[in-house]
């Protein structure tokens, strides 16, 4: 997975590496749900400059 920041500074989760638009990220397979919209207030480090960032995505499931 990476997240990527479009020009305007919308921030998404792509679930294979994007490719740099004129102004947004896209992946080949963009259009059938392989992105997540985020708040663009999360990871200020993640810039429209930034290559793609690779991240893991970990699932916490409560103790019972």
């Not at 792509?14 to 919209?37: H, I, S």
């Not at 207030?41 to 893991?56: H, I, K, R």
């Amino acid at each position: 997975m990476y997240l990527a920041r479009d020009k305007n500074r919308d921030l998404y989760l792509f679930n294979e590496r994007p490719q740099r638009g004129k102004e947004c990220w896209w992946a080949e397979a963009g259009v059938d749900g392989t992105y997540l919209k985020l708040d663009k207030s999360l990871y200020p480090e993640v810039d429209w400059e930034s290559d793609p960032l690779p991240v893991s995505l970990v699932v916490e499931t409560a103790n019972r």
